[in-house]
């Protein structure tokens, strides 16, 4: 480990998740990054040290600037000028671009949600938490999956339709594997909610249990943008509802929103 910086330290807790072998999901994250780091698909150097102690795992990385997504976008809630549409574009781009990054190398985040986006007071977005992320069967890297749970759907709010509808129709045992398509979804679900401060999908009992979120979700409604937005940013609402879209054929790539997002103007 460097001597110098600033690290976040990630560890099993003594005696918790004894519904699972969270050990053995530390051990699989740390070889997940690392490969990612191979790729290039996240910033080099992102793992820094892992290892063993008593009670289990622990995984070392590169500390990441910024507040949590939500805290971080708190002025576009409050106010419509300039700088903080310069928030929100750099934001946005920021995920798309580093979701692109995933994406051309086959693999995806799974997890985006404003928990695991941290954001600067530019507005620039660093996505963490791998511990969910997918990627293609590697011929040679079995260990890429080993220690893996079934996937079943991360955060409920930013869950995109296709996967909520998976979930309804497989048992809790089968794994069901992210597509770059989905993640674009949570990361528009993930915008829509720290912006407008409203979860994107109207729930027909937002305090039911999650099945039923789910399949209100699986519906492929959203709420009107135009109703629940604190302000209005034309150009900003097409990009955000064109990843929102219930056909994952047809909401733009990370790419494709990086590179429209670069165009904005504020």
């Given at each position: 480990?460097a001597?110098?910086?600033q ?11 004894a519904e ?5 999901e530390?051990?699989r994250?740390?070889?997940?990054i690392a490969?990612?780091d191979?790729l ?6 992102y793992?820094?040290?892992a ?15 910024g ?14 000028g300039p ?5 929100l ?10 979701g ?10 799974a ?7 941290l954001v600067?007071e530019?507005?620039t977005?660093t996505?963490i938490?791998?511990?969910?992320a ?10 890429l999956e080993?220690?893996?749970v079934?996937?079943r759907?991360a955060l ?8 909520a509808q ?10 069901i ?6 993640d674009?979804?949570?990361l528009g679900?993930?915008l829509?909610?720290?912006w407008?401060?409203?979860r994107?999908?109207?729930y ?6 999650r ?9 492929g409604?959203?709420?009107d943008l ?8 034309p ?5 955000l ?5 219930p056909?994952?054929h047809?909401?733009?790539?990370s790419?494709?929103?990086a590179?429209?997002?670069e165009?904005?103007a504020?």
């Open positions: 480990m001597a110098n910086g690290y976040a330290l990630k560890a099993n807790a003594e005696g918790g998740h699972r072998d969270k050990r053995a530390l051990d994250e740390a070889r997940v490969e990612l191979r290039a698909a996240i910033s080099s150097g793992l820094v040290g290892g063993h102690w008593e009670a289990g795992r622990w995984l070392a990385l590169t500390w990441a600037p507040a949590p997504m939500w805290n971080a976008l708190a002025p576009a809630r409050r106010d419509a700088d903080t549409r310069r928030l574009i750099t934001c946005a781009r920021s995920m798309a671009s580093a692109a990054a995933l994406h051309t190398t086959g693999w995806a985040h997890d985006i949600q404003p928990t695991n986006t600067t530019d507005g977005a996505l938490d791998y511990a969910l997918c990627g293609p069967v590697t011929p040679g890297r079995p260990d080993t220690g893996r079934p996937y759907g409920t709010h930013t869950t995109a339709p296709e996967i998976a979930v309804l129709d497989t048992s809790e045992t089968e794994h594997p992210v597509t770059a398509a989905s674009v979804w949570a679900a993930s829509f909610w720290c407008t401060g409203r994107p999908v109207p027909h009992e937002p305090n039911g249990p099945q039923g979120k789910l399949r209100d979700i699986a519906e409604v959203t709420h135009a109703l629940v937005r604190p302000w209005p940013f150009a900003f609402e097409e990009a509802m064109a990843c929102l879209h056909d994952p047809k909401r733009p790539t790419g494709e929103l590179a429209l997002l165009g904005m504020p």
